[in-house]
């Protein structure tokens, strides 16, 4: 089965930086992605990380390390636009995707 | 401006009525996903197709759920009868295999709540 576990809110104040934790027990293993999540809309992509290391994206980075189980999402000069929720999944063998719990971004002026 | 497109956006029902959602993946995406979201379980993955073949619909209560691919640009997810506790919003996704990343593109979701 797959377990995830992200926190489930955090706050922030704004321009400042935001890292959110992942960790995920899965059978199989075949890529982690993050999503941004604003209140009552779709989740939309933001990042994969298939490889151990980190993946920058403008303001947006993760990092992903596979033999420990663990991603990060770090969200650089925060605005007030980013406060959302940011879910983690996981793929597996089927390529189906397991989603975490979501941790919600609090961002303060 | 490629997206996924789902009807109706929101639904109002009572129980033990019938309910059909459709979603239109994007053009040329070659898997679709239908999910459930609701604030205590998340979202949930309820049934998955590839090249309209059902390929996973192991988290879809199949006494009440059926999800069918009539063709390419077509997916419904339906719901018959309807209980209070299917009120959620029902996502689908569609995606690309031969893309490694396969990512998944969301629809707008739609909104159900049964009385």
């Known amino acids: 089965g797959q377990n995830i576990d992200q926190p489930t809110e955090m706050t922030a104040t704004e321009g400042a930086i935001v890292q959110i934790n992942c960790t995920y027990q899965?059978?199989?293993?075949?890529?982690l992605f993050w999503y941004q999540q604003h209140a009552g809309e779709a989740p939309t992509f933001l990042s994969y990380?298939?490889?151990?290391g980190l993946e920058e994206k403008g303001r947006f980075s993760s990092f992903l390390s596979r033999s420990k189980g663990y991603s990060y999402l770090l969200l650089k000069e925060l605005q007030m636009k980013d406060s959302a929720s940011y879910l983690c999944?996981?793929?597996?063998?089927?390529?189906?995707?397991?989603f975490g719990g979501g941790t919600r971004v609090l961002v303060k002026p | 401006d490629a997206r996924v497109t789902q009807t109706p956006r929101h639904k109002v029902t009572e129980m033990g009525q019938e309910v059909t959602m459709r979603c239109q993946p994007i053009?040329?995406?070659?898997?679709v996903f239908w999910y459930r979201q609701t604030m205590m379980q998340g979202l949930e993955l309820l049934a998955y197709?590839?090249?309209?073949?059902?390929?996973?619909d192991s988290g879809m209560p199949k006494d009440r759920f059926s999800a069918e691919m009539p063709d390419a640009t077509l997916a419904t997810l339906k719901i018959q009868p309807s209980e209070p506790r299917d009120s959620a919003v029902y996502f689908c996704?569609?995606?690309?295999?031969?893309?490694?990343?396969?990512?998944?593109?969301f629809g707008p979701g739609t909104r159900l709540l049964v009385l």
């Open positions: 996704a569609s995606g690309f295999l031969r893309d490694i990343q396969e990512t998944q593109y």
């Open positions: 899965t059978s199989g293993f075949n890529g």
């Open positions: 990380n298939v490889l151990d």
């Open positions: 999944a996981v793929r597996a063998a089927g390529n189906k995707l397991t």
């Open positions: 053009l040329g995406h070659n898997t």
């Open positions: 197709f590839r090249n309209r073949a059902p390929l996973d």
